[in-house]
């Protein structure tokens, strides 16, 4: 999916984003997988001093809050570091 299409569904229906979604979204946005500590994924990009720290929902869905942490941080920063 394009990540122009694939932003357009996380601000429709944040609640409705599959959790593998949400981290190549965020990685569309130049946010980088540094780690994974269980069943947290953690990824920062150059430039965003805080970091995003995401695990899934129940069947395979993002939880609501992180999407919105992801969507206001693209905002707040823009496309690229």
Do not use: T, W
């Not at 953690?42 to 969507?71: C, S, T, W």
């Amino acid at each position: 999916m394009k990540r122009e299409k694939l932003l357009a569904k996380a601000r429709n229906n944040p609640k409705g984003l599959r959790f593998a979604d949400l981290c190549k979204l965020a990685e569309d946005y130049g946010f980088r997988f540094r780690r994974q500590e269980g069943s947290h994924r953690i990824f920062r990009r150059d430039g965003v001093p805080r970091r995003l720290n995401f695990q899934p929902g129940r069947n395979g869905m993002a939880k609501e809050y992180q999407v919105h942490q992801l969507l206001e941080l693209i905002d707040e920063y823009g496309e690229e570091g």
